[in-house]
């Protein structure tokens, strides 16, 4: 997959050097590996014909976008002595949950206005879910400025388009048209069925949720 397979290769040497050195010096047992990536590919659609490849499998979209392609990122989680191998969490998490998950882990004290959108996840890593307070929903951008939230299955895009990389990048709806976006990702991971009219309840609800968070955001700054 020309450059892009390159750069995977080098990647898991580079981990792999990582793992071999923690290894060698006795630490690999107690020592907490986090791998994760800060965004989806960037592979447009010829890439895709060219290298018969889904860099971002059956997810639509790619890097910047506020489809599922540009925010699913692989997540994975080393911790020998806590967690066993080979085991999966179903929950959705964000990046943004290191910091008051490393706070917990090393017994650190977070001030109230320290990271506020960061959740506490290690009881999913501990494999104790009973114990993990989710946020109430989750809260993405893409690059150009489209508002996307999260609440259990339902995705809420506030407009049209990829927002992103991906064409069109910005729709600009006619009378009678939907103006955004609602996918349920439980049916519908791919964003094949655009459900925004059907669902008018939900998307007020998201919409509710999603202003009260930007309100609470500006109120901070």
Request: net charge negative; proline share 5%; aromatic share 10%.
């Amino acid at each position: 997959a020309g450059q892009y397979g390159d750069f995977v290769n080098m990647v898991d040497s580079e981990v792999g050097k990582v793992l071999n050195a923690l290894k060698e010096s006795g630490l690999e047992e107690n020592t907490i590996v986090f791998f994760a990536s800060d965004n989806g590919p960037y592979w447009r659609p010829e890439y895709i014909e060219k290298y018969s490849h889904k860099a971002a499998y059956i997810y639509r979209g790619m890097k910047a976008d506020a489809f599922e392609g540009g925010h699913r990122i692989p997540f994975i989680v080393r911790w020998p002595v806590k967690i066993k191998s080979g085991s999966q969490c179903r929950e959705t998490v964000m990046l943004t949950s290191l910091l008051a998950t490393c706070a917990a882990i090393t017994k650190t004290g977070l001030a109230e206005n320290e990271g506020e959108d960061s959740h506490n996840i290690l009881p999913l890593l501990l494999n104790d879910v009973s114990a993990y307070n989710p946020p109430e929903a989750f809260i993405q951008q893409s690059s150009r400025g489209i508002f996307v939230i999260r609440k259990d299955n339902w995705k809420l895009i506030s407009g049209l388009g990829s927002g992103g990389f991906s064409k069109p990048e910005i729709i600009e709806p006619k009378a009678g048209e939907a103006a955004g976006q609602l996918y349920n990702l439980n049916d519908d991971p791919s964003e094949t069925k655009n459900l925004f009219l059907q669902y008018p309840e939900k998307v007020e609800e998201l919409t509710a949720i999603l202003k009260k968070f930007r309100e609470n955001g500006r109120s901070r700054n």
